[in-house]
């Protein structure tokens, strides 16, 4: 015997679904003290509501589905078969109801939607593709969509959601995150005859690659400027990968990041990491996105996968 409970169970479940009534804080209406009351008196405490209500939408009750749901006794009211059988339905019925509450509050909590990003097509290449794949396989309701561009996107008019950049000095008007600090060393073809751990000085008298127009007055273009290497180039491009495709082809020398240029078993670091060449590696978004769940999901997991990566892109020291 279900007892006084009923009284409440029965209401909720059937004044919503069969009197079509809107259903208020169910989750309050079912506590155990709320289905202890087994008088009308009791219930209406419990739900809130006057004594008259309760036993008003009782009596709808019973008058709509044609039966007897309590017998009043001096201990309180009692139900019938009908009604034990009903409180029984309204039990699953709210199971049901808090399964689904929880279903779709899960759901939402899982980080969904599109990501717009921008990034450098060197860092695409040498890092980030296996990591928006790794990225993709976690979260897999989460969409990326990724402009590769040497320039800034502007976050502010929401050209992009996101910004990975490398950067020392990264916009005020942006936040984020650094990931690592990338290092950058002078290579070349191993069909140079090069031997690893060489000054800089002695290879000056070598072919060199050099900035094109777009890096110009770049750190790197500087850098070469100091070391008197300008005079040396006998190619000059305005991309890294393009650089990195120079260097293969046995153009010549030059600078490039370890981590794009490490990958290749043709191609062989002949400094160590240059100090002054260092960068920092940057997650950049809008202020306005700093609460967005999906946009804080690929933060964290990027943050956690580059800096696991955090010796390979500084580069390794040859002596």
Not at 301 to 317: D, I, M, N, S, Y
């Amino acid at each position: 015997m279900v007892e006084g409970k009923a009284v409440l169970s029965i209401l909720l479940a059937v004044s919503n679904v069969i009197l079509g009534w809107q259903w208020h804080g169910h989750a309050d209406l079912c506590s155990k003290r709320s289905y202890r009351a087994g008088s009308l008196s009791g219930a209406s405490r419990a739900q809130g509501v006057s004594h008259a209500t309760i036993f008003r939408r009782l009596g709808d009750i019973e008058q709509r589905l044609g039966v007897t749901l309590f017998e009043r006794s001096r201990t309180g009211y009692q139900p019938t078969l009908a009604g034990e059988e009903l409180a029984d339905t309204a039990r699953i019925m709210d199971e049901a109801a808090l399964a689904a509450e929880r279903k779709v509050a899960g759901r939402d909590l899982e980080p969904s939607g599109e990501i717009w990003a921008t990034t450098t097509d060197s860092l695409l290449m040498g890092l980030l593709a296996p990591l928006f794949t790794q990225f993709r396989r976690k979260y897999p309701s989460i969409v990326l969509d990724v402009a590769i561009s040497n320039e800034l996107f502007n976050l502010t008019r929401r050209e992009a959601d996101v910004a990975i950049r490398p950067s020392n000095r990264p916009p005020e008007n942006l936040i984020g995150r650094p990931l690592t600090t990338i290092g950058q060393a002078v290579y070349g073809h191993r069909s140079f005859g090069l031997t690893p751990g060489a000054s800089v000085e002695t290879l000056v008298s070598q072919p060199w690659i050099g900035a094109g127009p777009r890096l110009k007055d770049s750190a790197l273009d500087q850098w070469m400027d100091k070391n008197e290497l300008k005079a040396a180039c006998v190619y000059r491009v305005d991309t890294l990968v393009s650089i990195l495709s120079a260097i293969r082809s046995g153009m010549g020398l030059a600078v490039l990041p370890c981590y794009l240029a490490d990958e290749d078993p043709d191609v062989i670091e002949l400094t160590n990491p240059i100090p002054e060449l260092e960068y920092g590696l940057w997650f950049l978004m809008h202020p306005d996105l700093r609460g967005v769940v999906r946009i804080h999901a690929l933060m964290d997991f990027l943050t956690e996968a580059v800096r696991a990566q955090k010796q390979r892109l500084a580069g390794p020291l040859l002596r």
